[in-house]
């Protein structure tokens, strides 16, 4: 029997039924990038084997050479409280833009070092709207979408008092006196990742929300229908 690969740190992703007890697994590993791995007797498996679970740091060996590859041996990395209410759907937010947005066979250290800093600030419930801002920034910079906070696309310094549109061929641009756009100290506040005051949080998620729109196409976001679900039950 041949030896079980290098353990390497990982999360799951998603995970959908496959045959009798195995699942197909999207994950986030450190060393790989995004992976699908077949993990067999996830689902009904023998006593005391682990399962797919998402949001908690696992240490895992895989063989296989093609796009889908095999779990050999799977361990736990430590144990996180689990994600409730809008950390848990927060969580399952990110997990849906990597499974979205990250090529297989690619290494992101950083994205995979910044997942794992928000999950765990989910997961100690800190203030949700900085972490996943913080995140979807770091996401477009490292897939090469990013853009400056602090220039326009002339290459002006952003100024507190002017107001600016943001363009996907472009960047940021002024708008005409007295049109509507994002005010200038919001940007720059984002860009000194200060989230105190409301009007950046509200800016920020807007304008996240289309930078990433461009590169998620048409198939709106499962995971956002259950913020607006949350929303309304709150208000029942």
Same mark, same amino acid.
């Given at each position: 029997m041949a030896a079980a690969n290098p353990l390497i740190p990982a999360y799951v992703l998603h995970s959908r039924p496959y045959r009798d007890t195995s699942a197909l697994v999207d994950l986030?590993?450190?060393?790989?990038? $995004?992976q699908r791995v077949v993990w067999r007797g996830a689902r009904g498996g023998r006593k005391g084997s682990l399962s797919p679970q998402p949001f908690q740091p696992l240490l895992? =060996?895989? /063989?296989? $050479?093609?796009?889908?590859?095999?779990?050999?041996?799977?361990?736990? /990395?430590? @144990? &996180?409280?689990?994600?409730?209410?809008?950390?848990?759907? =927060?969580? @399952?937010?990110?997990?849906?833009? &990597?499974? $979205?947005? &990250?090529?297989?066979?690619?290494?992101?250290?950083?994205?995979?070092?910044?997942?794992?800093?928000?999950?765990?600030g989910l997961a100690e419930k800190q203030p949700l709207e900085p972490l996943l801002r913080r995140f979807e920034w770091l996401l477009l910079n490292e897939l090469g979408y990013g853009f400056s906070?602090? $220039?326009?696309? =002339?290459?002006?310094?952003?100024? /507190?008092?002017?107001?600016?549109?943001?363009? /996907?061929?472009h960047g940021l641009l002024p708008v005409a006196s007295g049109q509507p756009g994002i005010p200038g100290a919001a940007l720059l506040a984002m860009a000194a990742d200060d989230w105190q005051a409301t009007e950046t949080l509200r800016w920020g998620k807007r304008l996240m929300r289309q930078a990433l729109a461009v590169h998620l196409g048409d198939k709106p976001l499962l995971s956002r229908k259950l913020f607006t679900v949350s929303k309304e039950s709150d208000h029942d």
């Amino acid at each position: 029997m041949a030896a079980a690969n290098p353990l390497i740190p990982a999360y799951v992703l998603h995970s959908r039924p496959y045959r009798d007890t195995s699942a197909l697994v999207d994950l986030l590993t450190l060393q790989e990038g $995004r992976q699908r791995v077949v993990w067999r007797g996830a689902r009904g498996g023998r006593k005391g084997s682990l399962s797919p679970q998402p949001f908690q740091p696992l240490l895992l =060996s895989l /063989a296989g $050479r093609g796009e889908l590859k095999t779990l050999q041996q799977a361990e736990r /990395a430590g @144990m &996180l409280p689990a994600l409730q209410g809008n950390a848990l759907f =927060s969580g @399952m937010y990110l997990n849906e833009l &990597l499974t $979205r947005l &990250l090529l297989t066979d690619e290494p992101q250290p950083l994205i995979f070092a910044s997942y794992q800093q928000t999950i765990q600030g989910l997961a100690e419930k800190q203030p949700l709207e900085p972490l996943l801002r913080r995140f979807e920034w770091l996401l477009l910079n490292e897939l090469g979408y990013g853009f400056s906070l602090q $220039r326009d696309a =002339s290459g002006q310094l952003l100024k /507190a008092e002017l107001y600016y549109q943001w363009q /996907a061929e472009h960047g940021l641009l002024p708008v005409a006196s007295g049109q509507p756009g994002i005010p200038g100290a919001a940007l720059l506040a984002m860009a000194a990742d200060d989230w105190q005051a409301t009007e950046t949080l509200r800016w920020g998620k807007r304008l996240m929300r289309q930078a990433l729109a461009v590169h998620l196409g048409d198939k709106p976001l499962l995971s956002r229908k259950l913020f607006t679900v949350s929303k309304e039950s709150d208000h029942d």
